[in-house]
């Protein structure tokens, strides 16, 4: 029986059915923002190359599943996928492979059959580890740049310090945490690999301690370019650059960006800008600015539920937009606090440990404030939050 021949018959099928069970797999959640050419990438070639093997009379191309299965990790390091996940991907193509070749494995002769399921599975085993081992050094490389913009950061972070001095216990409260991870993990990732060359079976667990690094690393960058953002505001630094803008088009971008993150927790995003200025003379990145944030809380603190965003002109010279949530909402004492820098209003342990700074809507406050605007917040304890930014329709730079 030519399995060489079944195999590149079924090769579609096959591709088709492992992007189906990649996206309806629960513990892969980067599939989730990925296209089907981008969750498929390199695997036809595999597929190819696994049919040469199995061909008794073509040379084996064992060549093309190793630079097909280096790609694999590369492209999946960079769309930030976990090693669990890249794994779980593999075990399901080993399932989609037999289960599409049940059928003619069950008419061949023992022998046949031996032959076919060996060389199937050691040509995705030599897959999974050549993948794995692009996508380490990818991972490390990353890690590379992120101490280097760490580097880089640093010198503007001692400015700060510096010029700031009342801000100094707030700032390494919250940089201490993020810190301490980055230390640790990498201390011992480095006396890990000084120890012995990472090998297929060890390179899980290091892995993991990359994966930490990089988002710990990530947490802090944000927390200091959030606080940078405070202090050239109050340092009086910030400086507007007012252009006629479209506006539906600006909240259309920043919907696009957001969505996979209200998507993520299932909840429902609704955009109501039937009402919206056609263009407004505003700053497009400030504006942004505002609308990523306003949504970004929202996300954070609703666990089920919608988010909606509203858009409508207020008067002559006004417009206003509004971001409302069905999330776990603000007290009445809280709510006068919201907007200074580090407060976070939320006493539930799971929601204080998210990715939030605490800087969001102070930098909010601030920003509408310099586009001579005015920010209302109404909200209930368990029945959600409604922001609302009211700002001319010609901004001046002052």
């Given amino acids: 029986m ?13 591709v088709d059915r492992w992007v189906e069970a990649v996206y309806q797999d629960q513990q892969i959640a980067a599939t989730r923002e990925l296209t089907f050419n981008a969750v ?3 695997l036809p070639r595999v597929l190819e190359a696994l049919a040469t093997v199995l061909s008794e009379s073509m040379s084996s191309d064992l060549e093309t599943v190793v630079d097909a299965s280096l790609e694999h ?5 960079e769309q930030e996928f976990e090693p669990a996940e890249i794994a779980r991907e593999y075990r399901l193509l080993r399932f989609v492979i037999f289960s599409l070749l049940e059928e003619d494995l069950l008419k061949a002769t023992p022998t046949e059959m031996l032959r076919a399921v060996r060389l199937i599975d050691t040509v995705i085993d030599e897959a999974i580890a050549r993948c794995f081992n692009s996508y380490t050094q990818g991972r490390i490389q990353k890690l590379e740049k992120l101490q280097s913009q760490l580097q880089l950061t640093n010198q503007e972070l001692t400015r700060l310090v510096k010029a700031s001095q009342d801000t100094i216990s707030h700032l390494a409260h919250e940089l201490k945490t993020p810190l301490t991870s980055i230390i640790g993990y990498s201390d011992l990732f480095l006396r890990q690999h000084r120890q012995k060359q990472l090998e297929t079976k060890d390179s899980h ?7 930490r690094v990089l988002k710990s690393g990530r947490l802090l960058l944000r927390l200091i370019n959030d606080t940078l953002e405070i202090s050239r505001y109050d340092a009086g630094k910030m400086k507007l650059q007012p252009t006629p803008t479209n506006v539906r088009g600006l909240i259309n971008s920043v919907i696009e960006i957001i969505e996979p993150l209200a998507r993520a927790k299932e909840l429902s995003l609704v955009v109501n800008c ?3 200025p056609e263009k407004a003379i505003i700053d497009p990145l400030r504006l942004q600015q505002i609308l990523t944030n306003l949504l970004s809380n929202a996300i954070r603190y609703t666990e089920s539920g919608s988010i ?6 207020v008067c002559e010279k006004k417009w206003a937009i509004s971001v409302s949530d069905s999330g776990v909402g603000i007290s009445p004492e809280a709510q ?10 939320v006493n539930d342990i799971q929601l204080q440990g998210s990715d939030g700074t605490g800087l969001g809507l102070a930098i909010v406050s601030r920003l509408v404030q310099l586009m001579s605007g005015e920010i209302k917040v109404l909200s209930q304890l368990g029945k959600g939050s409604t922001f609302t930014v009211i700002l001319p329709l010609e ?4």
């Fill in 2 to 14: 030519d399995f060489c021949q079944i195999l590149i018959e079924k090769n579609d099928a096959i």
């Fill in 40 to 42: 498929r990438n390199s």
């Fill in 73 to 77: 990790g590369r492209i999946r390091a």
């Fill in 205 to 211: 667990p290091n892995l993991e301690s990359i994966e």
């Fill in 274 to 276: 039937d009402r919206a």
């Fill in 308 to 313: 909606e965003l509203e858009c409508w002109v």
């Fill in 336 to 345: 006068a606090k919201i907007f200074d820098p580090y407060f976070r209003a």
């Fill in 395 to 398: 901004v001046i730079a002052l």
